[in-house]
């Protein structure tokens, strides 16, 4: 007999990935509550049933990404610095790739994200990420790192005509040259 996922989840899940959709077609701040709840055919009282307002929803679009940057994070912790480098510059190639959307999200709001609790541990563990990317604690190699995370993050958000393969072979090859092995 095959399980069925509860109303209330398969609700919530279209709420979430007509969200991502639209906060990716349109931006975040152009897009309304309203906007999501047309979208999802509930109403915007069932969405706030869900979620606490827009910066939940947002949280929730980007969750998956979120849960595997803090794994990246906390795998990278328990090695020594060069195999944590070369950990974290691999994972960050597979991560840009595979959530190419969830970055023209987030490129969109990080002038206000700091603002915004729900995203918090993100936040954080990005701010980790440069800091295994960089491979040393020197403020050069910081701000090197910041630069070419900043650097591939826009590159994945507006590379429509570029495959898969493509932009991983692109990561590869800057941050290759940009940041030096620990």
């Given at each position: 007999?095959?399980?069925?996922?509860p109303?209330?989840?398969?609700?919530?899940?279209?709420?979430v990935?007509?969200?991502?959709?639209?906060?990716?077609?349109?931006?975040?701040?152009?897009?309304?509550?309203?906007?999501?709840?047309?979208?999802?055919?509930?109403?915007?009282?069932?969405?706030?049933?869900?979620?606490?307002?827009?910066?939940?929803?947002?949280?929730?679009?980007l969750?998956?990404?979120?849960?595997?940057?803090?794994?990246?994070?906390?795998?990278?912790?328990?090695?020594?610095?060069?195999?944590?480098?070369?950990?974290?510059?691999?994972?960050?190639i597979?991560l840009?790739?595979e959530?190419?959307?969830?970055?023209?999200?987030?490129?969109?709001?990080?002038?206000e994200?700091?603002?915004?609790?729900?995203?918090?541990?993100?936040?954080?563990?990005?701010?980790?990420?440069?800091?295994?990317?960089?491979?040393?604690?020197?403020?050069?190699?910081?701000?090197?790192?910041?630069?070419?995370?900043?650097?591939?993050?826009?590159?994945?958000?507006h590379?429509?005509?570029?495959?898969?393969?493509?932009?991983?072979?692109?990561?590869?090859?800057?941050?290759?040259?940009?940041l030096?092995?620990?």
């Open positions: 007999m095959a399980v069925s996922t109303a209330r989840e398969r609700t919530r899940r279209e709420i990935r007509q969200a991502m959709a639209l906060f990716q077609a349109n931006g975040y701040n152009a897009t309304s509550l309203q906007d999501i709840a047309t979208a999802a055919g509930c109403s915007k009282a069932t969405v706030l049933y869900h979620f606490s307002g827009k910066p939940a929803v947002l949280a929730a679009v969750q998956p990404a979120a849960e595997d940057l803090a794994a990246l994070v906390a795998d990278a912790a328990q090695l020594p610095r060069a195999e944590a480098q070369q950990l974290a510059i691999d994972r960050f597979d840009s790739v959530y190419r959307g969830v970055v023209d999200v987030l490129q969109d709001v990080l002038p994200i700091e603002e915004m609790p729900e995203v918090a541990p993100l936040v954080a563990n990005g701010m980790r990420l440069i800091d295994y990317l960089a491979g040393s604690d020197d403020p050069l190699e910081q701000d090197v790192a910041r630069f070419a995370v900043n650097g591939l993050l826009g590159e994945c958000r590379s429509a005509d570029s495959s898969d393969e493509d932009l991983r072979r692109l990561c590869e090859v800057a941050l290759g040259r940009l030096r092995r620990a």
